[in-house]
């Protein structure tokens, strides 16, 4: 009779992949950076931690310094940091060593060479780093050490077997400590599936959500005991849920999802972007949409840029059943922190997925997804990032993420490119974390304060996100990406309130368009909106010179009488 009831993930159940007990994310993935994190971030912490185990559970608490190296772990556990800290140095010593060589090696080329031939440095690359790497030169003759992160992920340096995923009751979104600097400890009522995550069975886990199954079935698919199968049910639902249907008329459906993450649906298709999906507590907390409120089948999924708030883990594995086509910003595979987000999707077991450089694009029906520069927020890093832009019929929508408006005249040529973008997404993280936050661990050198101070990882302020509306015709925004929902902040640790500069920069930039004559909004938690239909009359903003537009391209005008139509809106 048991046999007969159906179980699905319940909405409280968080499904956390983990690699060696750390929350995954881009930089624990690919073999090179994840042995520099190991290294440079994740050794130097638990270290600390031992150290002095109260100071850093104070440290890790204080609001001004979440987001900063401290262990949130109670010290009463520290004999589980000292095994795992142990058993770390064990089981990667390989990565350690991959870690050292890349390092050192690239610190003597950058002393030795100056020009002169590379060919005689090849004898003397460290025994880790052979076969995986060329030595080149950039135009200044700055010696370059090029990785070769395909035959990296085929390896001894790639270790699958130390993926898993935890499974756990989340009781209420502050219960989820920082990602990057707290290893995840086994609860009591938590169950951790060793799994790697390209396994099919990850897909069969997460399919519950739409197939349920019986109780035996889900048991003998993650390996647990009769001794666990409370902690299993605990995580389980027989409530019957149902996914809505696809939107198949003609107008534009926006389905928003907290952050970065809307759902665009018209005539049927659906495009996601920058998946990150909270799961809603037990005990309650902002209202949200979740994985039951996405349709069956999600046509695309878009990631602008690797990090973790845009490229995340957690959502992307859950969702992978449902994607049809995956698209990633193209890597240049010159520096090594340019992490190829193609190589490692598909390493991670995604069926579709395609790298897209500038005004390359996928065909719609009626439509496509064309990907587009984006400036700023990677502290000027060379690592891959894209915004695109989604035509559905007659309408434009910008996917902008974090773009800051570094160059005015790349907007005034994507318009030139594409034509009037009617409506934009964009946030206004005006601050942003100092250079080292993200991508310290990568550097073979310590960089200089001051570097690390002015190379922020920021997008654009209210005044910059203005003139990318105005230079692309405009007519409507609606301010995103502000890490104002709860279940990102284990991500960004940013506490933002409505005296933090990125949300007063958001609250200009919405008066400031609408004093303009556009439509504004910011958005958070949930939200659900049909965009209006263009009028008849365009653009709501022209470029003020003529050198903007040389000829080519759209016409500005659909009516004949352009001059009165310029003089009425040139701003």
């Not at 647990?224 to 939107?247: M, Y």
């Not at 490119?417 to 310590?446: N, Q, Y």
């Not at 409505?498 to 919405?510: A, C, G, H, T």
Request: hydrophobic share 40%; aromatic share 10%; proline share 6%.
């Amino acid at each position: 009779m048991g046999e007969k009831l159906r179980h699905r993930l319940a909405d409280s159940t968080v499904v956390e992949p983990l690699v060696n007990q750390w929350s995954a994310w881009a930089q624990l993935i690919s073999p090179l950076p994840a042995s520099l994190h190991l290294l440079n971030f994740q050794l130097l912490a638990l270290s600390s931690y031992l150290e002095d185990p109260p100071a850093h559970v104070r440290a890790s608490r204080d609001p001004d310094l979440i987001g900063g190296p401290f262990v949130d772990i109670p010290a009463e556990r520290a004999d589980q940091i000292k095994d795992l800290l142990a058993t770390t140095r064990e089981r990667r010593r390989l990565n350690i060593e991959l870690a050292k060589a890349a390092t050192d090696f690239q610190n003597w080329l950058a002393d030795e060479a100056h020009g002169q031939s590379l060919e005689p440095y090849y004898q003397m690359i460290p025994e880790p780093l052979r076969g995986y790497v060329e030595l080149t030169y950039d135009y200044y003759n700055h010696p370059i050490v090029r990785f070769f992160e395909s035959l990296l992920y085929e390896s001894k340096y790639y270790q699958k077997d130390l993926q898993s995923l935890r499974l756990w009751r989340l009781p209420h979104d502050s219960a989820r400590t920082f990602f990057m600097s707290t290893p995840r400890l086994l609860e009591e009522q938590q169950i951790d599936w060793r799994v790697s995550f390209d396994r099919a069975q990850v897909d069969e886990l997460f399919k519950l959500e739409s197939q349920p199954r019986p109780l035996g079935y889900i048991k003998d698919l993650l390996g647990i005991s009769e001794r666990d199968e409370g902690k299993l049910t605990s995580l389980l639902s027989t409530a019957p849920e149902r996914l809505p249907e696809k939107q198949r008329d003609d107008s534009i459906h926006i389905r928003y999802f907290g952050h970065a993450c809307i759902l665009i649906e018209w005539k049927g298709t659906t495009i996601l972007s920058d998946p990150f999906i909270g799961v809603t507590p037990a005990q309650g907390g902002m209202e949200r949409y979740s994985y039951k409120d996405l349709p069956r089948q999600i046509d695309f999924v878009l990631v602008t840029h690797s990090h973790q708030d845009h490229f995340a883990l957690e959502t992307l594995l859950r969702l992978r059943h449902r994607i049809g086509h995956l698209l990633v910003p193209k890597s240049s595979g010159l520096l090594y922190g340019d992490i190829s987000l193609k190589l490692m999707t598909r390493k991670l077991g995604f069926p579709q997925v395609s790298e897209l450089d500038a005004l390359e694009s996928i065909a719609l029906s009626d439509g496509e997804i064309v990907a587009v520069p984006f400036l700023g927020e990677h502290g000027d890093l060379a690592h891959g990032k894209t915004a695109y832009v989604v035509r559905a019929g007659k309408e434009q929508i910008l996917v902008g993420a974090d773009s800051d408006c570094l160059d005015r005249q790349l907007y005034v040529n994507i318009r030139q490119a594409l034509g009037t973008i009617g409506t934009v997404f964009l946030g206004t993280e005006s601050v942003g974390a100092p250079l080292s936050w993200g991508c310290g661990p990568l550097f073979p050198r310590k960089p200089h304060h001051l570097h690390e101070q002015t190379r922020r990882y920021h997008g654009s302020n209210a005044e910059r996100a203005l003139e990318i509306l105005k230079t692309v015709g405009a007519k409507r925004v609606y301010a995103y990406a502000l890490g104002l929902e709860p279940w990102v902040e284990h991500l960004l640790g940013l506490g933002l309130t409505v005296d933090s500069p990125q949300y007063i920069e958001s609250e200009k930039l919405l008066a400031g368009w609408r004093n303009l004559g556009g439509a504004s909004e910011r958005l958070c938690g949930k939200a659900d909106f049909v965009l209006p239909h263009t009028s008849a009359i365009e653009p709501f903003f022209i470029p003020t010179s003529a050198v903007d537009f040389p000829g080519k391209g759209e016409p500005l005008f659909d009516s004949d009488d352009s001059t009165d139509a310029q003089d009425q809106f040139v701003f």
